[in-house]
Every structure is written in C-alpha cells, then in structure tokens.
C-alpha cells in the first residue's frame, strides 16, 4: 500500500517528534491570493511602505498565511484520521515570515490519553514552523480525538499536557524594529488607538461574507491541506464538503477589520474552538469582545487580547453559548488570540 | 461605536480632501490574479519581452488593476451610502504601475448638489491615485447619488462641476518611452492596425463567459472595495448579491481582445454607466464602437477612442438603447474610453 | 470581419509554421494560482530549498505549467473548430521554467488527412514551448479532427507522421544539475523510491475533488485558453460548460501525490486521451499504472513510465476499457507519461 493510511491513535508515541511534508517557498502570489480571498486589509501586511514607516524592511506574509502554511503541512501526519479537532493552545508568532521564505513543520507528540470507550484517544502536539534558517517563526499546542485502527492496541499511560489558559503577555514577541510611534491612522483605515479599547467592550463588525465551495476549496489547497471532507462531495451521505476551520479563522479575522483595523498582528493565539461546522452557502459575520490588554517594550506598540466569535445567517447580537453551556448552534469560531495596536 | 457608518450626504464638503486607507503594493501575484478571473490577453501587459520590445522596461501591471486598486480604496469613504453611481469623467491613466509599486487614494470633493425630494444628493469627486513615489498614476471623476442620515441637515449650497464630455486626445498622457514601431503583430494576436479602424465602425466580440459568485467576490476582495452588497447574500430581500460594477469592465474589456488585440492601453476614460445590474450566472458578452481616432506625438503610437458595451443573454446584436432612449435591460455597462494601438 | 473565426480544415499547409500569439511572462503568481487549484504538492515544485538540495538553483514552475502556458496559445489557432482534441504524442520537457521566464508557443503543421465524409480532418502540428532566450523549453506533437469551412475545398494530400509509441528512455532531458542522492524523502512526504515501483503495479490515488465552475474557468485563463465551451453556458444546448482537459490532466497528476509523492518531475508525454468530458460537479478520482522503468545519468535520478488514469463518480476500482476496447463512461483521462523519481 504506496498511499497514505494516515497515523491512528495507537501510533503515536510521547516525545516522538514528526517531520511534516512538504517544504513551501512563499511569494507574492500567496499574499495576492490571501487577499483575494478574505476582505484582509490591514496596512502592515497590504502596504511595504506602511510597514517601513512601522520600522519593518517591508510588508510581511500575512499572520494567518504563516498560520495556514504551517498548520496544512501537519494535517496528513496528525488529522487525517481525527474524529475532533478541539483545541489551540500556547500560540506564538516569534518572527515575520517574508515573501520569499520556505518554511517547513515539525510536531511533537506531548501528550496521549485514550478514551473510554476504547475506540479513539487525544493526541496532543506541539508544531513548530520553521524558516530556511532554521529559525522558528511559529508554534502552538493543538490536540485532537483521532481514531484508533486496532481496537486491541493497549492504551497508553495518559499523559496530559499543562498548558497555559492564556499566553502572557510578557512572553509575547514582538518583531523586531517594529515601531508605532509614526502610525498613519488615516492610511490603516480607523482612528481607535489601544487605549480607545475597554476591557469588556464587544464589536459588531457588521460586514458578512457568504461563502461559496470554489473558495474554500481554492484556500485550503492553498495551504496544501489535503484532508478529504473539505474536497469531495461523495465522501460523506449528506453530499456537503466541510469548510476547512482555518478558512473561517481567516474569513472572521478579515471581517473584523471593521472596528478592529488597528489590531495589526496577531502574535499568539491563546485559545481556539470550532463550535459548529461551516458549509458552503452559509454567511459569515463575526464580533470581538476586548478581554485584556498590556503594554509592550517596543514604541508606540500596545497588545490586545480579544476573543473573536464568527457566527453564521441567523445568529443573535453577540450570540455565544446558550443557558446549557454549550455554543449555540450559529456559532462557528471561538478564538482567544493577542494583537498589537498603536498606543 | 467603532465600525464604520459610511459617509452620509450631509457628511461631504466642497474641496474636502479625503485620505482613503489602506495602502496596497501589487506584484506579480495581483498580475496572475487578474489574468485568471478575466480573459485578458493585451500582450503588453502579459510578455515582459513584448513591453521591452515596445520601449518600457518591463510588462507593467494591466490599466485596469490599477484602475480597481485605486477606486476599492474610495468605497468606504464614498459610495458604501450610495444609492447609485452616476457617472466617470475626466480618467487619466499618467503612469505605469509596475510589480512592487505601493498605491495609495485620495479624493477631492468637487460637486454637491442635494435631490429635491431632500433625501439625498449627488457628491462629484475627483479621485487620484498615487504611488510610493509620490507620482500621480491615475486620476478620474466619479459621481454618486448618496443618502441623507439626518433629514433635517441643510441643503449645501449645489456646486456642479463643468466636466469634459470628453478628454482631449491632446491631454492623453503616453507611457514614457512607448514605441510601437516595432510592434510584432503575430505575437500580438491580431494583424489589426490603428488605420484599420474606421469612426462609426462596430465589433461584436462574439465571446462569452458566464459569470460565477466566487469569482466575482475573489475579483472584488482583490481591490478591497468592500460593499457588502458584493458579497451577503442575506443583505437583499431577494438573497441575490449584486456584482462589482468593476468586474463587468474588466470581463468586457478582456472580450474585446477578440477584435481589438492592439488596443492595447487604457489611457483616459470619457464616460461610463453601469446601465443595469449583473448577476452570478449571467453570461457576459461584449461588442464596441469607434468614436474618434487621433495620432500622438510617440513612435508609432495611435490613440483610438471606443465606446465598450457589455451585454448579458438575450441581447440583440449591438442592443444598446431602446426608443425610449433608456438602455436595454440586457446591456450592463456603456464605456467610453481611449486606448492606444499601433499605426 | 475583425474577430478570429479560427482556422478550418482546408486553411492549413504540410509544413507551415504558426507563430502562436500571447507571449506570457510567469511569476511566483501563476505558482501560487496554480498550487491553489490543484492539491499539487510535489517538493521539487513547492520549495526552492528542496530544489537547492536537488541541484537546481530554486523551485522551478511547476512541470505542467509549462505545458499548460504553451498549450493555450495554440488554441485560437488550432483548435477553435476542433470537433475533438485525438491524442498528443512525443512530448518533451526539454528545460526548467523558472519565474521570471516569458514563454511563447510555435506549431509546425507535420500532418494532414480529410475524413471520408469530407466534412473535416485531421490536422497534426509539433508544437514548441520557447522561453526568452530562444531556448525550446517544451515540445510535443498534438492531433485533432477539424471541421473544413468551405466543403468544396479540395482535400489536400494525406500525410500522416510517423510517430513513437513512446518516447525513449535515452531521449530524456534531465534539467541540468539534477542529483537526488541528498533526497530527503520526510520532506518529500513519501519513503517509496523508484527501486519499490514494480512494472504493472496500479496505485489508487484514494483522493477525490468535487469541481466547481468558479475554478476550472480560472485555471483555463489562467492559461489564456479561449475556447468558448469552457466559458459560455449559453453556448451548448444542455447549458453545460466543458471542462478545459488539461484541468483535469493537472487535478488527476495532483492527486496522484498519495502514492507517487517522489514522482517529482514530468519528462516526457508519450500519449494522451480525453476519454469522456467532465463538468462541474463531477468528482475526480485517479489512478496509476508502473509501465516501465529506466535508469537516467543523472546521479540517484531514475525514470519511471506511468500511465494515470482520471476517473469521476461512480468508477469501479481500476475502471478502464470496456469489454469492447472503449473507455467506461466514467473514466476522464488516460495518459502515459515519463517521470524522474529518486533511485
């Protein structure tokens, strides 16, 4: 058998550390179709001028293309058998990514805890994307419930990893160079500085996109992420392709633009759930709720914890969870990430 | 409240100058873009080689990428409140935009004129578009019926600005260094020369392309224009989204390849109307007139000035106006512009 | 009469050259496209790192790119009245395409033979890829049955080429600097080298892509292939467009990475056949046959025959001919190619 099974849950081992295909050289091209395909219009990663008048050399590779790039690379060593994906942790972007770089992923198994029912187990991996100088420009925790093949195989010993509830914000690393002091508010699109954002204070941000099969389709290929429900439409009874997660990441992240244009880079990705799942025909909104901020060391530079909600056609204002505790079934995307803004 | 309103009629004042964000830096990514959603075959804009042997140093970006990355900038700022877009004036092409060229936009505020009913009123701008230089690239007039928000806001005094019907062929601004002397008619596509084309002559370009909803959001994310009418299929009572104006200009200038492969560069825009609304599925042809023809003072270089018509289904050949002298509910778009072509 | 009615039958010469129009400069843009519409993860193709350790001096664009760049400007000329597209045969990659590269395409017309019913014939040209330096970067022979215009035309001498069966194994172009002793096969996402491929073995791809309109429309500009059938819904009685063949020799070629991850260059076409058309909404399946090995000069490079298979829904395992030597109504593509594959 030359095609890939994929990996089941008694295959992992802890500490084992998996080398993911395949190397991506990126360009302008991937950023010109970023932005043809998600309403992303902050200036730093639009403008090289912005950026050098923000002290970097010029503009770079979107956050979430570094994201999507890296994260694509894991789905046929770590996903392509998962029942769930469900959940990020300990999320940081340590360096730019410039057009030009190619970058690679490599995962460590952390941590492994069957189920009880004996058919599936959580897989815990730590992913680390890596440039053509060996420099990390990114890592994160995400676990996933992924099926067993041998139901006979012994369970592990359960090793469950302690991860942070959310990165603090002094181990967030700012680019280097990276200045607000001389910030154009009328070229970033909106007046509010970090200082203008309350702790509490929820976005609407209005905009909606309703998302068609070619698109999702063209973005996930993008990141060279091969997993079979997002692509065929035979694959499952209902004849409906699943829209790839990172696609609503990046979909509800562009939208916020409206209310959060300021909130330049994201820098660490705290926390993150897939509450429902997304189709093609399904309109995508999305809200923000300010949930801390701190200073940073570089000029001008604030940081913004923000939780960003995308939800789809039907959802009330703010929907979230209902009385039971459980995300309301409009609700596509929980994301608990850090941004910086001009002060 | 932090997201955008839009500007509203009573919002604009005669000779206010209005900074669009963001910024943008095109490459050759925004390049394969455009020659992907559109059937665009100018060999200037496509083969380095053939703009060198046309005396620039390079294949600059298509007329028209330029055209749509310096209006998307003016949306949010103009017509996101637009209840129509009346008309262009007065379009000048003044530089080539190359690879890795950051654009920017502002408008002046040249018109106001409030309707009689006091709901609304007309905002006559005069958009350039500047690059990292400085330089202007482009500049048009563009005029929008626009909503009141506060109904009981004065009437500005009506300020309408005497436009040209059409520009000068003296005005037209030519490439720096263009010289079709040379010019490789095979590799062009056609053996069609200026002086082959007679005023009052009509061209049906006979091809076709149906029109799909990713595209057109692809197309419109593209330029950053970010009306929602483009892209919420739950924004309309009839869930239907309407499609960029834009992107009917492009797809019925690429046709007129087939019949016009030497018109090669925009260089002024006369007049335009998006005469009726398009619509994914739509079947998009195009058929266009000679107006006028002039010499310039390059090597070679003729200017032809053609009326551009798109048309959907259903249209007779070179429908236009019915006898009401109204358009035809299946013409789209009536174009005026200049091109130059090869004598 | 401006437009291009294409060439009939009776328009064309034993040994006439066609210089086919639009040159077309390649950048990391129709890269970026071009992994976006195909899950095409070939290392070589997606890292210039993968390519360094390779021998060569960054990624080169993709191998059926070129293929595809060529092919569409042969079209107008061509296959515009083309009733079917027969087969192609001694295709040659002869060197890299790399960004940067302006390509253009030239036919030779080395056959000619009218039907019995004198109504069309089959016209063979060799068609030439050639880059900016004059250097032939692709070759390969194409047939197809044209329709004559004038009926009375008188039919010309029948000339049919002798053509191989296959190309050689000796007439293989490896790119120069190739060496695959360093391969790095985690990177590549597969351990099985050409020493694991048995003659006659067939590998299931497993790999299914629903299409859409939206994307093969893209991928056949991105070409600069005009053909009406794959645009114009209006243009077929059933409201049906064609889905361009090369769309679907490119999908099947990308899924055929799960399994044949190290088949990472294309060298040579040996034959071709469009077995039934595809459109929107079909799902691709591919599969793969060994049909022969050959060992290269190039240090740890070995050839490997294959002939891939396009299927859509509804396929049984392996699906080919029918007890009556034609292809089952499920099979797409069948084509028999030469690869370059680590030893």
Redesign the interface.
């Known amino acids: 058998m030359?095609?890939?099974p994929g990996r089941f849950f008694e295959d992992y081992r802890i500490g084992e550390v998996i080398?993911h295909?395949?190397?991506?050289?990126v360009?302008?091209?991937?950023?010109?179709?970023y932005?043809?395909?998600?309403?992303a219009?902050?200036?730093l990663y639009?403008?090289?001028?912005?950026a050098r008048a923000s002290g970097l050399p010029a503009?770079p590779m979107d956050d979430l293309v570094a994201f999507h790039v890296v994260f694509g690379k894991t789905v046929?060593d770590i996903s392509l058998n998962a029942v769930a994906n469900l959940g990020y942790a300990e999320g940081r972007w340590l360096a730019p990514v410039w057009?030009?770089d190619?970058l690679?992923s490599e995962s460590t198994v952390i941590g492994l805890k069957e189920n009880s029912n004996g058919k599936s187990g959580n897989v815990y991996v730590r992913t680390k994307g890596i440039n053509?100088h060996g420099q990390v420009v990114l890592e994160y925790v995400r676990w996933v419930m992924v099926r067993k093949n041998r139901m006979d195989a012994p369970a592990p010993e359960a090793v469950v990893p302690d991860l942070q509830k959310v990165v603090p914000a002094a181990d967030l690393v700012i680019p280097k160079g990276l200045d607000f002091t001389a910030y154009d508010f009328?070229?970033?699109?909106?007046p509010?500085r970090w200082g203008?954002y309350a702790v509490g204070e929820k976005?609407?941000?209005?905009?909606?996109?309703?998302v068609?099969?070619?698109?999702h389709?063209?973005?996930t290929?993008?990141w060279?992420n091969?997993a079979?429900v997002h692509?065929?439409?035979?694959?499952r009874e209902d004849g409906k392709?699943l829209i790839y997660g990172g696609h609503v990441i990046s979909m509800a992240r562009a939208l916020s633009f409206?209310?959060?244009?300021n909130a330049q880079m994201i820098v660490a990705l705290n926390a993150g759930a897939h509450a429902n799942p997304c189709h093609s025909?399904d309109?995508i909104k999305a809200w923000s709720e300010v949930l801390d901020r701190a200073e940073t060391t570089a000029p001008g530079v604030g940081a913004i914890r923000l939780r960003l909600v995308a939800v789809k056609?039907g959802a009330e204002p703010f929907a979230l969870k209902g009385a039971d505790g459980k995300y309301l079934p409009e609700v596509l995307l929980d994301l608990d990430y850090w941004a910086l803004m001009p002060m």
Chains 1, 2, 3 share one sequence.
């Not at 639009?46 to 912005?50: K, N």
């Not at 009328?186 to 909106?190: D, T, V």
């Not at 068609?212 to 698109?215: C, R």
Request: proline letters at 5%.
């Open positions: 030359k095609t890939n080398i295909a395949v190397p991506r050289t360009s302008g091209g991937e950023r010109a179709m932005h043809a395909l998600y309403p219009r902050g200036a639009s403008s090289d001028e912005f503009a046929p057009p030009g190619t690679r053509q009328s070229l970033a699109g909106e509010h203008d976005i609407d941000h209005v905009d909606g996109v309703t068609e099969e070619a698109e389709m063209v973005a290929r993008l060279q091969t079979k692509f065929d439409a035979t694959f392709r409206n209310g959060l244009a025909g309109t056609q």
